[in-house]
């Protein structure tokens, strides 16, 4: 930020709140000089989102390097602060009664799921003056499906410097308008892949739901649905169908993309079957590319875990600052801190061998290794999987065969005790080194 005792503060700050995500910012800073100094720094006019983000978004172009495909994931989530009437600068939310803002930030994860980074992040709040008016016949510009073309756009800008990966944007339905499509085909390093959500006339005549459900079908895909809270896990089966159309919109030029559509046709009775289409403007003229881009589409859920994790785990929504200008840098931090948490969980089960004092304060490690097995910790760092293995624990986590790797709520506990555990370790210790001179 052009100034080193700022650059200082905010990495203290941002210590803080990464060692205990869930608490608040006086609890987080450990004491009222501390919380002061935090609310400063977010009150500083020369700290705000980019220069907050800047340095996260150079290092994560970094990590980009030499990485083959990038995904870049995105969505839009609204951030509820109507519990807090006093926010000034906040807008409605699905109605007058709610007050907040909204955020569409872009993840970039490797295809097997690694977060390399939140590489943007557009904010806005709506109008209450012209809140419920209707726009559908508005400029693009004027809609809030704009946001994911401006995240298209900054995707494309960061893609320049990395001529040698390959870089998708996968997009919701959001994103099925004909002017996303036609801007994919403007950047050769960007691959478009969207969930399409209308049903479009096409050059011929027909319609795109009509020719999907006649497309030939390369193959089938199988693989094991996973539980969540309310399903259980179950085998599935998709019949893949893939054929190369044409658009025809009303009002602009015809669009050549290929259509996808995944359909279970045999789901368990009772069950509504999963049936998902895409569009993309590259080739998928086998079963293996058709299935790339089907897995590409399911890495948006990365998104989604994001979103978990900045809310329930950050608790960014009870975040007591008076004005959006001060709300912002403080939830650029804890998009970094999310990621973080995101960042950890999944490299725990793609590099399970890599060496726990890689990623993890020593500090914390060795506390929690103390902690769990009360004796010394080794003189070699166990690997990265044990050690998070260990910290979930913490939170509850039983780690038993069929509970599978830890999630991110279980870490997101596990490691603001990893950090209690570690400052009382240095607490005993400097006692320790007084009482015996």
Known sequence: MGDARLNRRLARVAERLRAQPGASIPVASGGWAETQAAYRLLAHEDVDWEAVLTPHWDCSIEWMRGQPVVLCVQDSTELNYTPQPGIAGLGPLSDLRQHGLYVH????????????????????????????????????????????????????????????????????????IHEFMVRTRRHPQMDGLIRAAQDRKLAEGDTLWDRLAQAPVPGEVSFTLPARPNRSSRPVVLTVRAERVTLHPKDGAPVTVTALRAREESPPAGVEPLDGRLLTHCAADTLAQAVEWIQGYGARWNIEVFFRILKTGCRVEALPLSTLDRL?????????????????????????????????????????????HRRPPPATPPPLSAMLGWIARLSGYLGRKCDGPPGPQALWIGLQRARDLAWGMQLAADLHAESTG
């Not at 726009?135 to 040698?164: N, V, Y």
């Not at 939830?331 to 993890?360: E, H, K, N």
């Open 105 to 176: 930030p872009t993840l970039a994860v490797t295809p097997d799921g690694v977060p390399l980074g939140v590489l943007d992040a557009w904010r806005w709040t709506r109008d209450r003056e012209t809140f419920g008016e209707d726009k559908p016949h508005g400029p693009i510009e004027a809609k809030e499906s704009m946001r994911g073309l401006e995240g298209f756009e900054r995707c494309a800008e960061w893609a320049t410097p990395l001529p040698d990966t390959r870089w998708v944007y996968v997009a919701d339905r959001e994103c099925d």
């Open 328 to 372: 912002e840098p403080a939830l650029a931090l804890y998009f970094i801190i999310a990621w973080r948490i995101q960042y950890l969980t999944v490299l725990g089960r793609v590099t399970p061998a890599l060496p726990g004092d890689a990623v993890l304060d020593p500090a914390e490690g060795q506390a929690v290794y103390v902690a769990i």
